[in-house]
């Protein structure tokens, strides 16, 4: 049976063979940018200024990304607390620790993706879905949605169009060629890294993008 780092491995090699290059901050973008419009507009417009992830520059996305290794036990106790109380994460006893392990093994994942070596690689948790695990790792650098209408098929759910108009306003896309069929196949690849192994072996990947125009 092929072991966790063997499994990612795959992937990030069927990732790179798409020609896609993704940096660690861009994956954690497309995420922000779920959470965030997944909330009532009213919501996203009210709270845009004081939470503009697009606007960032790669220096705060360092920074934040950053800010795993500095939380302590009592800030991820904390975190599951917060998070316990979303939809998402309903039938989940949460813990500090379990929020803990599973956000080091999201990481790992993202930075391998990027084309980072990680060694080993945490085994993540089953027991949290793609909307789940990308709610913590937007937690991980400060991005919580109040009601996010977040469901387990988030690809379907996208607007590419808007998301795409979104990443081209974004400095860690300057200089590079956004549409919304390339922002729909990156989309589609870093899902596929969220979703739990059991589903990701059921299903044998990913559906085939769906674009909107």
């Known amino acids: 049976m092929a072991t966790t780092a063997q499994k990612v491995k795959a992937r990030v090699e069927h990732l790179k063979s798409t020609g896609l290059v993704l940096t660690i901050h861009q994956i954690q973008l497309h995420l922000c940018l779920i959470i965030l419009n997944s909330d009532y507009p009213v919501i996203h417009k009210l709270q845009k200024k004081e939470i503009d992830a697009v606007s960032w520059q ?22 599951a607390h917060t998070l316990e109380d979303y939809g998402q994460f309903k039938g ?25 070596k990680t060694t080993p690689i945490p085994s993540k948790s089953d027991e949290f879905s793609v909307a789940a695990n990308i709610m913590i790792l937007c937690a991980c650098v400060g991005i919580f949605a109040i009601s996010p209408l977040l469901e387990n098929n ?21 200089g590079k060629e956004v549409t919304t069929e390339t922002i729909a196949i990156e989309l589609r690849h870093i899902i596929q890294f969220l979703q739990p192994e059991s589903s990701f072996i059921k299903t044998k990947g990913f559906p085939q993008p769906v674009y909107q125009q």
């Open 58 to 79: 790669q220096s705060k996305w360092k920074e934040r990304c950053s800010q795993i290794n500095n939380l302590s036990d009592a800030d991820y106790k904390g975190l």
């Open 92 to 116: 989940t006893e949460l813990t500090g620790d379990k929020i803990k392990n599973q956000a080091m093994a999201l990481m790992a994942e993202v930075r391998m993706m990027a084309g980072g």
């Open 154 to 174: 988030i690809y379907q759910q996208t607007d590419f169009k808007t998301h795409a108009v979104d990443l081209s306003q974004s400095p860690l896309y300057r």
